[in-house]
């Protein structure tokens, strides 16, 4: 068995009226938010799917169905513990996370550095070890025509000495 995994993750979630925008378990302020069962946070989302697939444990769905009125509503950085406690019972630590958030709008420049450090922290990693962009989709597609925000997101686990 190799002592290094990687997955990648990927999520996108329909943007509507009367709901927050939560990115990397951050507020970010616009006029439209993420529809979903949850938050909708589709960085923590994909980070989560990420982490699961390095491990072939399956997808965010299986743990935290949408159909399970227990999740409506949940913040994704306690799903994101969760995770994370899962990985690591497992016996797999974080080296780094990279991703990218695809939003044609608003301009998520000045909250990258917020969501690196509250992901940060939600992991007990450092802030050096989560790389997030931003980009947009040049006006092509529901991402494009502001109808929806997605990210991607690549994780390096390694076997814990324990």
Excluded at 18 to 41: F, N, Q
Aim: charged share 20%.
């Amino acid at each position: 068995m190799l002592n290094i995994r990687i997955g990648n993750g990927y999520d996108l979630h329909r943007l509507v009226a009367e709901r927050p925008l939560i990115l990397g378990g951050i507020e970010i302020p616009h006029h439209l938010g993420l529809l979903g069962h949850s938050d909708a946070d589709v960085l923590t989302h994909a980070i989560m799917d990420a982490m699961l697939g390095a491990l072939s444990l399956g997808d965010i769905g299986h743990y935290f169905p949408p159909t399970d009125p227990k999740w409506a509503g949940a913040n994704s950085l306690v799903l994101l513990e969760q995770v994370h406690q899962l990985i690591q019972a497992q016996g797999w630590q974080i080296n780094n996370i990279d991703s990218v958030i695809v939003a044609e709008r608003p301009k998520l420049k000045p909250y990258i550095k917020a969501m690196r450090d509250r992901l940060a922290l939600t992991l007990h990693l450092t802030s050096e070890q989560i790389g997030i962009k931003a980009t947009t989709n040049e006006k092509l597609d529901a991402v494009g025509q502001e109808a929806a925000i997605c990210a991607y997101a690549v994780i390096l686990l390694s076997k814990t000495n324990s």
